[in-house]
């Protein structure tokens, strides 16, 4: 039994050995097939290519002009290039460069493993695969790219010594801001040439690389300089720089001299453009700028030097440190035909608190539009306390009861915050986000209608909500890009293709525009008041906690056929606000950018003219359609929406009775009451048998009730007629339904 279970296990050791000997085979015939397909396979790449690997995006304007300079001229030959600049990009992106043949299998063992621990922390390309990924492949994730990628190093390592790989590589590196090569970066991050540079900047270039818009030094400085501390550390580990060095250097910090006016160039819109193209076609912006793309955008040049000149205008600006940035966007097409700014700066990521510039949108617009006020609505504007809310106007002023278009121009907030209450935050939110105003849970509050939100608000994002007021209540995002086409005439994106959102309706839209060009000529943004052309216009300051400073102050504004916005950030003075700098900045930019003056806004169907009363709504705030036969200085003229129309009438000048009057007699005294129509005045008329007819009373625009009493003839009785009546336009007497009462004797005959 023994012996036959021995034969067994024989017999089965040696057809599993006879299997992994099968299975070795294979396996090596495999690894054969597959190094030599890797080593042998493929084509010889093309050399030509090496040196035109910057973008070859083409950028245009309005005009179809080209405008974009991303195409570098700074190309960089090896000679020039310092040590210490080579040997950070090795010690971070690729530490065997050196001793490898294109593909580093040390490297490559390690990312599998990491990769079967659920690790992604680090890549297995070289410098080289990275330069022939980025010269002849698109960034697809496919084994089929990689293996062609892996072909193409271990062929370019065969044709090129790692010097003239290097001098490729470091010339081909897309950096952000619209730079490409080392030499670019440089001088755009550091205002320096290559040999200039220290350790701790060749480190932040070695950095920036792996994610150009994370580690952008302008743009996220704390980033980018952590990552540049990380690949100096690596150069200490590598003995690329000396301990001394390293100890300099790992505490210090970079001055970034990209604090330059970029306004007179296109830079700036480039820059936004290309984050806008990146959304559009869902690739970053390594992948966008490798391919052969023609963008038509919205560009005006003139329109851009008279915006940048505003915006570097020192005169505007109390600190040097003060951010800033002007936008101007054509209504029509959503179409941003200029951006300024004295930083560097990306409008979808800069998020700010609006403050005021929010009301118009996620306050007044919305209860226009669900009929919940009309711009003459009354508010009583006091100080009030909703929950443990307690918000206060500026400068702790109330002006009592208020319309609504006064509560706009003044910029008032207890009425704002009464009226999202009325609307609620969640009905607000909504229209915010039909605009692209994403607002959070935590913003579902009375504060939004002051503008608090949680993480603020993209510029460009609220600039968008304007536009929408601009078309009647349609809205598109504000946009840099026109079209997109590639290198075959194919258009791939036609801004033209977006469908509008309606947001309002028109006639809410249209009112609210009424609104803010009275707000434009009487109210925070005044300052446009002498402006010779319709213009709509609301401001927005917002104060630090501390109350003695401003962090940010707006001015928005739209015509027929533009809108703008202006903007300055940063720790300005309390007496600085949006309807001073940042209004005098648009007021000063539109005296020169229209040669012709833009047409008035047109009044769509469904906005009704009507007149109201005018002592009812200055007296008892009520809004009442005026008598038909209302003389005009008693009426006011109005614009509603249908929506928000009156109902009720005032019936004071149609039918001019006293309907309540009493008169009771004792003995030779009649008293009269009747209740005092305060737009009329009451005469009363006393005829006697012997004395005839006399005025004993006359009396206009009395209040309350009336108990007068009148003397009357005891002998042979009186006659006594109280009539109503008013004062017409012609200063004429319209007399009304008189009442009359016929006083007895009260002497008796017998």
Partial sequence: MKKNNRNMAKKVFKSMAAVSMIMMIISLLALSIFFGMLYFGGENPDMSKLKSTQSSLTVLDNDNNIINNVKTDKYVDYEQIPQLLSDAFVAVEDKRF?????????RIAGAMLNNLKGNRTQ?????????VKNTYYSNE?????KFKEMQGA???????????????????LYFGSGEYGVKNASLRFFDKSLDELNALECAMLAGIVKSPT???PINNYDNSIARAKIVLRLMFEQNKISENIYNDYKNADIIIKNNIIENNTANLYLQNTIYELCKILNCDEKQLNQRALRVETFFDSNTQKLLSSSIINDSYYTDSKTQSVGIVCDNSSRGIKAIASRNSVNIYELKRQVGSTIKPLACFAPALDQGLISPYTKILDEPTTFGDYAPKNYKDRYYGWTNVSDCVAKSLNIPSVKILQQLSPQTSRNYLQKMNIITQESDNNLALSLGGTTYGIPLIDLLGGYTTLANYGLYNAPTFVKRILDDTGKVLYDSNNRVPTRVFDEQSSYLMTNILIDTAKNGT????SDVNFQIACKTGTVSMENKDNNSDIFSVGYTANDSFLFWQGGCLPSSQTGGGATTLQMKNFLSNYYNNTPQDF???EGIVSANIDRYAYEHTNEILLASNNAPQSSIINCVFSQKCMPTDRDTTYDRMTIDDITFKQNSSNVSIQFTYNPKLGYKIYKRDFFKGESLIYDNKNNLGFADINIDVDSFLGSTITVVPYYIDDNNLEIIGTPSK??????????
């Fill in 98 to 106: 050196y001793t490898h043949h294109g593909i580093d299998y040390v």
């Fill in 123 to 131: 890549g297995a390309s070289t410098i080289t695969q990275q330069l």
């Fill in 141 to 145: 994730q496919t084994f089929s790219r």
């Fill in 154 to 172: 271990i062929k370019l390592e065969k044709a090129l010594s790692k010097d003239e790989i290097m001098e490729y590589y470091l010339n081909m």
């Fill in 214 to 216: 994370k580690y952008n």
């Fill in 525 to 528: 943004a005044k300052k446009l």
């Fill in 602 to 604: 047109y009044q769509p």
């Fill in 741 to 750: 009462y016929r006083a007895s004797s009260t002497i008796s005959f017998r």
